[in-house]
């Protein structure tokens, strides 16, 4: 491939903005199909290498308590670290691959698994899990998942929940496919919930919706994701790699936040029952707990429910 890097460069962002076809660059950059996705491939390989290492959180201590205290002051969900889910992303079939990649949306499709922080940024991603897995399943299989069980993703220690009260994990929350965990909250199941349930409830949503809008975001700015990705499976993963890299350099460079006037001030925590927190299920009575005290309520998240 004779072509010189701006123009390859040049190729692979506007194929991911504009969402056209390989064919259509013959009309404008006069290149065949063959070139424009080996041009693509290896642009999206080398955005990827050369930007993730600086466009991702480091698993620092003070890298969790930054994005804490974002989620806190932005979601009113105290000592979360992030908020986890996953996104289809629709394909053309994958030769050899029979129905590995048909979707309960009856389509086919990889997934991309993520963990998003309050800035609307990815903080961890895995791409090209099999669209017939359930979100639990590819996400019990990351590394990030094997790090969190062994106590190697360099959390900070338990802390009161703010200012003062009983110590719990920090938290990634996440829906009902994701497995509960001391270091993952989902909401209670089931139709007959009392109101404190409902309430926690509400409350995870409000900061889970942030892996939910970082989603959209990322398909809204890279038009890619709005048809079918008619590419081989290793080329697929790149270009989800590099427009996930870009979003977050699109989003540290927006800094406009049309949300923070939904934020409220944290109160003193006093008078909180004490409650087992050895599993998942006692944080969460923790949280729900503190979420239905006079010092956690927010004033309309009963008009919510």
Not at 27 to 42: D, L, N
Request: glycine share 6%; with cysteine; proline share 5%.
């Amino acid at each position: 491939m004779c072509i010189p890097p701006k123009e390859m460069l040049a190729v692979t962002l506007r194929y991911f903005a504009s969402g056209c076809s390989l064919g259509d660059f013959f009309y404008t950059y006069r290149i065949g199909t063959t070139t424009a996705s080996q041009v693509v491939k290896t642009t999206s390989r080398a955005i990827w290498n050369a930007l993730n290492k600086t466009h991702f959180h480091e698993a620092t201590q003070g890298n969790w308590l930054d994005i804490a205290n974002n989620f806190a002051k932005n979601s009113n969900f105290p000592l979360c670290l992030g908020a986890i889910d996953g996104k289809h992303v629709r394909i053309e079939k994958f030769p050899n691959e029979g129905s590995m990649n048909f979707n309960y949306k009856k389509f086919q499709s990889i997934v991309l698994l993520a963990v998003a922080d309050a800035d609307y940024k990815f903080i961890y991603v895995n791409v090209g899990g099999f669209g017939k897995d359930c979100d639990s399943n590819i996400f019990q299989q990351t590394s990030f998942w094997k790090l969190l069980t062994q106590k190697k993703l360099n959390l900070p220690d338990p802390a009161p929940l703010p200012p003062q009260g009983l110590k719990v994990p920090y938290v990634f929350v996440a829906d009902d496919a994701f497995p509960m965990h001391e270091h993952v909250m989902r909401g209670y199941g089931g139709h007959n919930l009392t109101t404190k349930q409902k309430v926690f409830n509400y409350r995870l949503c409000r900061a889970r919706r942030y892996v939910e809008c970082s989603f959209g975001i990322l398909t809204n700015k890279w038009r890619i994701f709005h048809r079918p990705l008619n590419l081989s499976r290793q080329s697929a993963v790149e270009v989800v790699k590099a427009c996930v890299v870009l979003h977050n350099i699109v989003r540290e460079r927006d800094g406009y936040r049309f949300e923070d006037l939904l934020a409220c001030p944290l109160q003193p925590i006093t008078n909180v029952t004490p409650t087992s927190r050895k599993t998942g299920r006692g944080i969460r009575t923790c949280y729900a707990n503190y979420f239905v005290s006079n010092e956690g309520a927010l004033s309309w998240q009963l008009s919510k429910i």
